[in-house]
């Protein structure tokens, strides 16, 4: 608690008996001065700081307003408290030296507890009462001290995305052009051209990178065999005589290794023809910009300690049927690694679309919804298919952590949500895993240039045709690598998302939360996040204690909830929405 001591220890201890919005929120604990009128008041007061309303005040707008200002506001705001507390000792003792008001602490005491169960102080005059009800408004934020520390950024993930190169991007990018082309049936074995070369310099680079993980990050090649996935076109490939193509992965090792982070961009390439694996492909936009992006993020984020591990994967055959990331997520499911957050970074070169309009400060997030599921789907995807809300799915949850890192990082480089799986008639990466029922997410740029996509390059009636480097806008991709790295540090730097968390299925006007409390010594305490229904994005926060059972006063019906495990640094773990259940015997 940032307070400056008040001159009256004894005001002093009446002031912090106040309970924290933790304690208030914690129904189970028998100590806390309990009631529904002491929760209702508590989070009525709370509201009034500022959470009700998320178009003036929210989880949004502190964070954009950056941790610096919010670190000012912090400062003004004890000042005005420090003053208040000044005021209400002085007050205090005038009342104490007051013979024929004896007592007076004690009553302080009863109007603070008479306060919190929404009652009006007796013995306080109206100007008192007045700066009573402004100071507990204050006391409830300042004592949830773990708002203001979520706000703070994360030392080692400014220091990751200052790392960040536009230069060696681009150089990374020219030089995957250089391979002539990447299709992933071209030559496996031609040194200098096609897709076996390209993957070998992708591999040496990446081991370049893995020097500075001290031993944590190792390169390898992840091979299989194209026709396993060629489905239709399985005879075809057979004929083409490719029995085996690769992906590359460095795994970045973190203190939590059942927890894995995938970032991907695809290596190969194509021309107009989908199978024509000779003519030039130079694919630099599609999707050299997302294989440069996930180099530079191995090359930036190889130092960097993480509870998760982070895998950078620059994989093969996407533009095949997302072959290569199939094999990647197949291998997942098989051996059942807990994929926490999947982000594929596709066509994020910051194109200007054949009028010349570009938007070189945004970046499209596409996230699925709740998804639909069929009687083969995974039973991870069908349990979720029954999720009791349309904009709720872990692939949503990511794309809205991705959006926050987005404002906490890079705040001149704004997220814009789609809430679709992919573009119109197109598909990504990220889609094999949300099969799976892994969260996924695809990042694209917001002016595609179609001229430029899957095309011969050629000058046809002097316009240029093809996927060429001098259209891609190097400092935006530089722009993109930050957002990853902002967004994959964030949930992979946190601990792991809460589990169990269940919203009490009773007919009530209150909802009720609990979850399995975590044994990890480093968590802190729990966020909980609410938005109304119709709301996109979390609009309200509260930090609780280490508790396992929240209610709040307000009904299930309106409001959706979800939970996020805290540690002692503030950072926060990706949200676990909260799904119905019965209390645990
Ligand atoms: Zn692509």
Redesign the pocket.
């Known amino acids: 608690m940032l307070l400056e001591k008040p001159a009256d220890p004894s005001l002093m201890r009446t002031l912090t008996s106040l309970p924290t919005a933790g304690t208030l929120a914690k129904s189970r604990n028998p100590s806390s001065s309990k009631s529904p009128a002491t929760t209702a008041r508590g989070w009525s007061a709370e509201r009034t700081k500022g959470w009700a309303d998320p178009s003036e005040i929210g989880v949004s707008w502190a964070e954009r307003l950056g941790a610096q200002r919010m670190t000012r506001m912090q400062n003004g705001k004890n000042r005005f408290m420090s003053h208040l507390l000044e005021a209400l000792s002085t007050r205090s003792a005038r009342c104490r030296n007051d013979t024929r008001n004896p007592g007076v602490e004690g009553e302080l005491g009863k109007d603070a507890d008479r306060l919190l169960r929404g009652s009006p102080p007796r013995t306080l005059e109206i100007p008192m009462r007045i700066a009573s009800l402004i100071l507990f408004v204050l006391m409830l934020g300042d004592l949830s001290s773990l708002t203001a520390q979520s706000l703070a950024r994360d030392p080692e993930i400014v220091a990751a995305l200052k790392r960040i190169d536009a230069g060696r991007i681009e150089k990374d990018i020219r030089k995957l052009v250089s391979f002539g082309t990447r299709h992933a049936l071209s030559s496996q074995d031609d040194p200098d051209r096609g897709v076996g070369a390209a993957g070998s310099w992708i591999k040496s680079e990446l081991e370049k990178a893995a020097a500075a993980s001290e031993g944590r990050m190792t390169v390898s090649f992840d091979p299989f065999d194209p026709r396993d996935f060629a489905g239709r076109d399985r005879e075809r490939v057979d004929g083409m005589g490719v029995h085996e193509i690769r992906n590359v992965i460095a795994k970045l090792e973190g203190s939590e290794p059942d927890r894995v982070i995938i970032v991907s961009g695809?290596y190969d390439s194509r021309c107009g023809q989908r199978w024509d694996v000779t003519s030039d492909a130079p694919g630099a936009n599609?999707?050299g910009s997302?294989t440069a992006v996930v180099m530079e993020l191995a090359r930036a984020l190889a130092p960097v300690k993480t509870r998760a591990s982070i895998w950078f994967a620059c994989v093969t055959a996407?533009?095949e049927g997302l072959w290569g990331s199939s094999h990647l997520a197949k291998f997942c499911d098989e051996n059942d690694i807990v994929v926490e957050a999947m982000i594929t970074n596709?066509?994020v070169g910051g194109a200007k679309d054949k009028n010349g309009f570009s938007e070189d400060h945004v970046l499209r997030v596409f996230s699925e919804g709740r998804p639909q599921a069929r009687p083969d789907s995974h039973p991870r995807r069908k349990r979720q298919a029954r999720w009791p809300s349309e904009s709720d799915s872990p692939s949503r949850e990511l794309a809205r952590h991705t959006a926050r890192m987005m404002e906490l990082y890079t705040p001149d480089f704004r997220p814009r949500l789609i809430f679709r799986l992919d573009r119109y008639l197109r598909g990504?990466d990220h889609r094999p895993f949300t099969l799976l029922g892994y969260p996924g997410i695809r990042l694209t740029e917001p002016k595609e240039n179609y001229l430029q996509?899957h095309q011969d390059v050629r000058k046809e009636k002097g316009v240029q045709y093809g996927d060429l480097p001098d259209e891609v806008d190097f400092a935006y991709v530089a722009r993109v690598a930050r957002a990853n790295a902002a967004s994959l540090l964030g949930a992979a730097r946190a601990p792991r998302p809460p589990r169990g968390v269940r919203l009490l299925a009773a007919l009530t006007n209150e909802s009720t939360l609990f979850w399995k409390k975590t044994d990890d010594p480093s968590v802190k305490g729990y966020r909980l996040l609410m938005r109304r229904t119709t709301e996109p994005r979390w609009s309200r926060r509260q930090d609780l204690a280490l508790v396992d059972e929240v209610t709040v006063p307000e009904s299930k019906d309106d409001w959706l909830f979800a939970l996020q495990a805290v540690d002692a640094e503030g950072r926060a773990s990706l949200p676990t929405f909260a799904l119905p259940g019965r209390r645990r015997r």
Request: proline share 0%; no cysteine; charged share 50%.
């Open positions: 695809h599609d999707d997302g996407e533009e596709d066509i990504g996509q």
